[in-house]
């Protein structure tokens, strides 16, 4: 990172602490940061601990699944200009299901420039648990995910929890 550019610096601090304190407060996320020396943190492996659904891909069958794992990265001009495909990564598993993915990309629809890490967070988590859901095969990274969820609205959203959510006491995730 450019040491010199005070304002993304203080842009990838606040990210980091917001988003920190978004995941004390929910079971279902979990965040790590990958901090160089001196820096603060650019990249970021948020684990989700919601249902969501994958594919096998030796027999077709769709099924629930829970955790999902996903990259996020802030490049140097992030502040001016966002390029979705770089900025998230879906890290597991390979098999994700869902309209907006095509493992590694995942679809989070139109990003602007700046765009903070609690946003993207709670994007991803709508998408794992279908709670935000592409169904035009014409804009859908993964066709057949799309007709496949067409066919099965009534089964939306997967998980219906909200991403800040703790469990009562003696229950578990």
């Known amino acids: 990172m450019k040491r010199h550019d005070r ?3 203080a842009f990838l601090m606040s990210q980091q602490r917001e988003a920190e304190a978004l995941a004390a407060d929910s ?4 965040l790590f940061s990958q ?5 603060p943190p650019r990249r970021f492996i948020a684990r989700f601990h919601c249902t969501g659904l994958v ?11 829970s955790p999902f794992e996903v990259g996020v990265t ?19 598993p390979p098999s994700l299901f869902h309209p907006n993915a095509r493992p590694p990309f995942l679809c989070l629809g139109h990003l602007t420039p700046g765009i903070g890490l609690i946003d993207i967070l709670f994007q991803v988590y709508d998408v794992l648990t279908y709670q935000k859901v592409t169904m035009r095969e014409d804009d859908a ?6 007709v496949w969820a067409r066919a099965h609205r009534d089964r939306f959203p997967i998980d219906s929890r909200p991403l ?7 229950e578990e995730r």
């Open 27 to 30: 079971d279902l996320l979990e």
């Open 35 to 39: 901090k160089t020396e001196g820096d």
């Open 55 to 65: 594919q096998d891909p030796s027999t077709g069958v769709v099924s629930k699944a």
């Open 164 to 170: 800040k959510w703790r469990a009562p006491v003696g």
């Open 74 to 92: 802030f490049p140097d001009h992030h502040l001016r200009r966002v390029e979705p495909f770089f900025l998230v990564t879906i890290l597991s």
């Open 141 to 146: 990274l993964n066709h057949a995910a799309c």
């Open 7 to 9: 304002v993304l610096t």
